[in-house]
């Protein structure tokens, strides 16, 4: 069946220092994918979307790369802080829009 | 301010009594979606709406109804809780059509069914 996974579950980086989580889906269709941040006690908040016609997409210190060959995407978050403490989330369309297929997470954790 | 809020935030009930968790976004949003989150499990999706008097079963609807009579609101109801659905739930909404499909989440409300 369709599966969005996260290869690490867990990453503890230290502060100043590049983050890359990385993320495998197995829907050929999907046409959109999400990366989502969920801090302690809220719920997700939306980081930087990619749409399947593209390979790279840069925002505010985040970066999501796509590669449809493999079946990969990652965010990539230049100088991490601490505030970047939190679940990140990444999430699929399934081609289908509206419904949202989301893998487990992986925890980020910032040493100062 | 744009957003999507829950009530309750925190709710601890008994087996079989019947409640229900508001959802509503002033966000004039036509897509919204009820999901669960649980530890390994990540975020399911257990109906949508994709307008007023639409809705639909995503992948984990037994046990649980919604509705929406108004385009702001989508309650989720639990005719008869079990403690398997004790859990932390997340409303979220979107427009339909445009360039982004983000949904937009609510804070979360956190359900024990004892």
């Known amino acids: 069946g369709e599966s969005v996974g996260l290869h690490l579950p867990t990453l503890s980086v230290q502060e100043g220092d590049n983050s890359i989580i990385n993320c495998a889906y197995s829907?050929?269709?999907?046409?959109?994918f999400i990366w989502y941040k969920q801090e302690s006690g809220k719920g997700p908040q939306f980081i930087i979307d990619i749409r399947s016609n593209m390979d790279k997409r840069q925002g505010q210190r985040v970066t999501v790369l796509l590669n449809k060959t493999v079946k990969h995407l990652s965010l990539q978050i230049a100088a991490t802080q601490p505030g970047d403490s939190a679940v990140y989330f990444c999430a699929e369309n399934g081609g289908r829009g509206g419904k949202l297929i989301f893998g487990q997470g992986t925890e980020l954790s910032v040493k100062p | 301010e744009a957003q999507v809020t829950q009530n309750p935030r925190y709710l601890i009930t008994v087996t079989g009594k019947k409640l229900t968790v508001t959802c509503s976004q002033n966000?004039?949003?036509?897509?919204m979606s009820w999901y669960r989150q649980d530890p390994g499990l990540g975020l399911r999706q257990i109906y949508y709406s994709m307008n007023v008097e639409v809705t639909d079963k995503g992948d984990v609807p037994e046990g649980y109804k919604v509705s929406r009579k108004e385009k702001r609101n989508f309650p989720l109801i639990l005719e008869s809780p079990s403690p398997n659905q004790t859990s932390l739930y997340f409303c979220?909404?979107?427009?339909?059509?445009?360039?982004?499909?983000?949904?937009?989440f609510g804070p979360g409300t956190r359900l024990t069914v004892l």
């Open positions: 979220a909404s979107r427009p339909r059509g445009g360039v982004k499909d983000t949904q937009y």
């Open positions: 829907n050929s269709a999907s046409d959109y």
């Open positions: 966000m004039n949003h036509e897509y």
